[in-house]
């Protein structure tokens, strides 16, 4: 099996399975950490730690990293905590990019259903959001905008986003800047503190920790309005007893990043290398982004006028799991937005298929066991007509 | 050790912890279940397969099941959607018990900030809240009400609520009902549909499943208005990628649960015995609700004058786990707010200790050696005259 859909979710770590493996054979300690007694304590050191260890792989303070139930939550908290300060402030601007994850553009959409005015930041034909219309939005408006969201890496494209700049630009203006970097952290290197977001999210189940954890990452927790509401738990920012194995796992996976972003260099040279290879057997192949800074291990690529999905059940019959670039699950998707942004057209849009590879892959078994499949079924898949 | 601390959080079920040692020792299927390939789709076809049971366990629905994070998730979650749904319809008005836990009174109190009118349904000297109190109230005002809450069983005294009642009155007068299931489901018998609940909560940690996982039940998914937001995931319910491992587990305890339940005559049985024989040792010992129902397991005792954690800390070293009435953490703490409101003087507030067993344990050994304990802790702490 050759598993290259990493951007939809990583494999749990081999060091997260052999955690668990022993952690939950011992029988425990299991109850809540809130409790003061031994094994209630017991949990909430091990909590701490995590949090500790988090926070320095992250360049954040430990107070600024929130445990919570994954990415998608921690956007709709993001979201919530600006647009609360935004109502108190007359703040009833949203400016989100027009790549972003669905997950963002339904959270704008229900606050545009609440009074807020959400302007889409266009990007061009490489999948990169226009940073100068940002900077000449805020010089003429800053006052009255809730938040920014453009994302760090786009999970279709893996084009990465001018975040720094952004970021930049929302600092200089005072306005609050949340970065979805669910799909650039644990894959390339990142710095909460240098980034200077006010919110960014890590979603575990995309880093090789349990799925159902994740961490919001709070610039200043002190201005946050929780989502979920609760008691004492994660000092009042968000209820719920914490989940605290998928808690150890997030610590566990952060730490095994380490190891995996040392060889990024060796996982994009040889996708730079495979997709080389593919251009020269089918010059009529596009490549999203193709000449940008790209996630190492990601490949939007299609065949003009093949059918993504036709690729990729060829695919699996070789045993090569990839996703179309969008997570639709009609048969006659809709051409991915992101693609649509891009102003690609939709023969090519809807060929596209999604290969990507993280993790401890280094790419250069793997890119030549689908360099091989994908020829056999765009050659396949060419003979019989399919387009 | 003797783990009496159910109602905070109960330990893997054994079956739980059995299948988690094989489903991590595999190496997988890790995969996001939204995306179409194989990998994926056995995921989904897993949770849609666990949803199945804990539907039919539950009395309800497969399209009823909200999988989520947990309670004070699906409890935000239910106020949520109530109040956008009052909102909309000039329901401005929220009734809860003044016995809540801290999680609803906390989103209570978010939404009173928000303009809604929250009126706190007063309890009597047992703990039971006034079910004729939310009759009378709902005859003379129900059209302006979004949403009564009213939990099943206390999480402090154990007492189980006039639910039934409370739920016709909702019923009767047309206003959504939730119900705070924590503590009753896994201890009692429960069926969604025969209760009429609008919504109900199901806790994984509370139920022997993995901490971060739990199930909000609601009666008509079509009217519900999602708190986390995302794309297809949950029927678009609820975005983010699903916890499946945690949906696993949920099954699992659930299934566990139907032989648990079984037994609970016998547990009930083992803990009157052993209040019988509390009674008759310290005659002027207080035990809250100790004429009504209550959760089988559950003992809230108190030696007036002697602190509740002074208690505690004899029991520990004894290797005795309970907490006090409260999870608060303060050294000095303010007297629980269910005694307050079930009149409790101060020095016996100040002294309760919560004694809660569930799960299979059918109590006998147990509350035996928690007797040995508490006879022991008091004796001792009245000879020091630490009251």
Redesign the interface.
């Given at each position: 099996?050759v598993?290259a859909?990493y951007n939809?979710?990583?494999?749990?770590t081999s060091q997260v399975?052999a955690y668990?493996?022993k952690r939950?054979?011992g029988?425990?300690p299991?109850?809540?950490p809130?409790?003061?007694?031994?094994?209630?304590r017991q949990i909430m050191k091990k909590i701490e730690e995590s949090r500790h260890i988090c926070a320095e792989i992250l360049g954040a303070k430990p107070e600024q990293i929130l445990f919570?139930?994954?990415?998608?939550?921690g956007?709709?908290s993001a979201f919530h905590s600006c647009c609360e300060y935004g109502r108190k402030n007359r703040k009833k601007h949203i400016l989100i990019s027009s790549i972003e994850h669905?997950?963002v553009i339904?959270?704008a959409d229900?606050y545009s259903s609440k009074g807020f005015v959400i302007t889409q930041i266009p990007a061009d034909s490489n999948g990169v959001t226009d940073a100068e219309y940002i900077k000449s939005f805020l010089r003429r408006k800053s006052k009255g905008v809730s938040l920014v969201s453009v994302m760090a890496a786009n999970n279709e494209t893996g084009v990465v986003q001018p975040y720094e700049k952004i970021s930049a630009f929302c600092r200089e203006n005072d306005v609050l800047y949340f970065c979805d970097t669910a799909q650039l952290i644990g894959k390339l290197p990142f710095n909460f503190e240098e980034s200077g977001f006010d919110f960014a999210v890590v979603?575990g189940?995309k880093i090789g920790a349990?799925?159902?954890?994740g961490i919001l990452l709070i610039k200043n927790p002190l201005l946050f309005t929780p989502?979920?509401?609760?008691?004492?738990?994660e000092k009042g920012l968000?209820?719920?007893?914490?989940?605290?194995?998928?808690i150890e796992t997030l610590a566990i996976a952060l730490e095994d990043m380490k190891h995996s972003i040392s060889h990024i260099d060796l996982l994009r040279a040889s996708r730079e290398k495979f997709e080389k290879n593919l251009k020269e057997k089918f010059p009529c192949l596009y490549i999203a982004g193709e000449i940008k800074e790209r996630l190492p291990g990601t490949t939007l690529v299609s065949y003009p006028g093949i059918y993504g999905?036709a690729v990729?059940i060829e695919l699996?019959s070789r045993g090569i799991?990839?996703?179309?670039s969008s997570?639709?699950?009609d048969n006659d998707p809709e051409p991915s937005h992101v693609l649509q942004a891009m102003n690609v057209p939709d023969h090519i849009a809807r060929g596209a298929v999604r290969i990507s590879l993280g993790g401890d892959d280094k790419g250069k078994d793997t890119y030549s066991r689908i360099f091989s499949g994908l020829c056999r079924a765009y050659e396949r898949l060419t003979a019989i007509g399919s387009f």
């Open positions: 099996m598993y859909d939809s979710s990583s494999p749990l399975g668990l493996q939950l054979s029988g425990g299991y109850a809540n809130n409790s003061l007694h031994h094994a209630g919570n139930s994954g990415s998608s939550e956007i709709t669905h997950a339904r959270t229900y979603s189940h349990l799925p159902g954890c989502l979920i509401l609760g008691t004492i738990q968000r209820g719920g007893t914490q989940n605290y194995i998928g999905q990729q699996e799991f990839v996703t179309t997570a639709c699950l």
